[in-house]
């Protein structure tokens, strides 16, 4: 891989102070959290848009622990190259081992950058991507952009995002009052984040066309967790995570969006309480936007 696609760049020692808070989890807790939803289907669903282009260097903007590397190399033909940016060291750390255990490494390298301030030069790589990266950055514009200027002419960015306020679970019975602080919860979670967007998704098109891309296609994807518990399982689980995502985004458990909430799930637990077992959907929509650069 040529060296002269980037230019000097920080240490990552000077970028600590700003690791703190890029999406309030650490480095084993993403790890974790992708390779839970990150399956085969959706590697397929990226490489239906990927496989249509030649490319030399792909740079993964917030790569990471390296999830995409990992999942995806083995598609690509051995002419091309990876460059990683995370903001994030011990992400970073993660990501050079998986490329070591996975026989990749000498078709990767990493950095450490803010994605609004990249350290490359113009027009230095062919496509880009990223995966539920943009929703963690106040200015997803200015990222956007930074793309722009370092993808070649005619190169392509793909962007991958959620709407988290379609994040839904569903029981064999419909029941308004749990369907409704659901949504609920994730509308304070919204706000409490904001300016950062966690239903950034159906935003993307507009994003990529506001800053010279064309918008060549756009995709959806559905993560799906098909359960089967107990009704006192299902309760002490949902209990246990909207706490935790609570706390996350500092909800507090007495505040009246987590009461509505919590109450709701308790009355679920009585609801089923006849029932051995039952399945449950969670479900979390993804929106893809594809950009060509044209100028």
């Known amino acids: 891989m040529s060296a002269t696609a980037w230019q000097a760049y920080k ?11 890029v999406d309030r989890l650490s480095a084993q807790q993403l790890q974790d959290t992708r390779q839970l939803w990150w399956d085969d289907h959706f590697s397929q669903f990226l490489w239906s848009r990927l496989q249509q282009h030649q490319m030399q260097l792909l740079l993964d903007a917030g790569c990471g622990v390296g999830t995409f590397f990992q999942r995806m190399v083995p598609f690509f033909s051995e002419r091309t190259n ?12 993660i990501a050079s081992q998986q490329a070591k255990d996975y026989a990749y490494l000498a078709r990767l390298h990493l950095l450490a950058s803010d994605l609004c301030s990249l350290p490359l030069k113009n027009e230095c790589i062919d496509a880009a991507i990223t995966v539920l990266t943009l929703q963690h ?17 005619e190169g392509v960015v793909v962007c991958v995002e959620p709407d988290n306020l379609r994040q839904c679970i569903s029981l064999p019975r419909h029941h308004r009052e749990f369907q ?4 609920g919860f994730w509308s304070e979670v919204r706000a409490h984040y904001l300016p950062r967007d966690i239903a950034l998704g159906l935003r ?14 756009t995709d959806g994807y559905l993560i799906t967790h098909v359960n089967r518990e107990s009704p006192q399982s299902f309760t002490e689980r949902s209990k ?14 007495e505040s009246a969006v987590m009461q509505r909430l ?11 309480l006849g029932f051995d077992d039952f399945y449950t959907i969670a479900t979390i929509p993804l929106f893809l936007a594809e950009g060509v650069k044209n100028r």
């Open 82 to 93: 990876f460059l990683g940016v995370d903001i994030d060291d011990a992400r970073l750390q």
């Open 204 to 217: 993307l098109p507009l994003l990529l066309t506001e800053n010279g891309y064309r918008v060549q296609a």
């Open 240 to 253: 246990k995570a909207f706490l935790g995502m609570g706390e996350k985004y500092e909800l507090a458990p």
């Open 11 to 21: 240490p990552i020692r000077e970028l600590k102070e700003m690791t703190r808070d």
């Open 180 to 183: 409704e602080a659901q949504a």
């Open 262 to 272: 919590l109450e709701a799930i308790a009355g679920l637990e009585r609801e089923y």
């Open 137 to 153: 950055i106040e200015q997803p514009e200015l990222a956007i952009a930074e793309l722009w200027r370092v993808t070649r002419r």
